[in-house]
């Protein structure tokens, strides 16, 4: 699979997180499936951190100087560190959106990236820029993986009516 076409996804997604989490109630945005799952405020605040400080960044990192260590970063941690709850819903979604544009553009700027290049992880060995930027669009997809789970328990919850008609979940 080409660089190309991973970018163009990892594009594609602006539209499909746009779609999956705009115009959403106060509520919606804090419920949890349980008490130790992120609600969807959570989910957009990793969602920019890590655009910010995971793949993106690490990717540069591959690509320019693959020869220094890696910044370590804590994605569990940035729950409480950055104090997620207490941030914006629609604010955050829309900083996210934005810096997922401003990656796509970074992206497509590139000049001949070598997606060859790699890092030495002490733990998980070489990992090269091509494994960040296919990585990135996985995480995406997880994420949508996700929120759609979300969204259908949601609606389970909220309608009291069982749902096997549409199919199985």
């Known amino acids: 699979m080409s660089s190309a076409f991973i970018i163009k996804k990892l594009e594609e997604n602006i539209l499909v997180f746009e779609g999956l989490l705009k115009n959403k109630s106060l509520e919606e945005t804090l419920w949890r499936t349980k008490p130790e799952k992120w609600c ?3 989910i957009v605040c990793h969602l920019l951190d890590e655009e910010q400080y995971d793949f993106k960044a690490r990717l540069k990192h591959a690509l320019e100087t693959p020869q220094k260590p890696l910044v370590p970063i804590d994605p569990v941690g940035w ?5 997620y709850i207490s941030k914006n819903y629609n604010d955050t979604l829309i900083m996210f959106l934005n810096e997922r544009k401003k990656s796509i553009a970074w992206l497509k700027n590139l000049k001949k990236p070598s997606w060859g290049h790699a890092i030495k992880h002490p733990e998980l060995g070489e990992l090269s820029a091509e494994l960040f930027l296919n990585n990135w669009l996985a995480h995406d997809y ?3 993986r996700q929120i759609l789970n979300y969204q259908y328990l949601y609606l ?3 309608t009291n009516t069982p749902l096997s008609y549409a199919g199985n979940w």
């Open 142 to 144: 997880l994420h949508i």
């Open 40 to 42: 969807l405020l959570e």
């Open 79 to 83: 729950v409480a560190r950055h104090d």
């Open 156 to 158: 389970k919850q909220q």
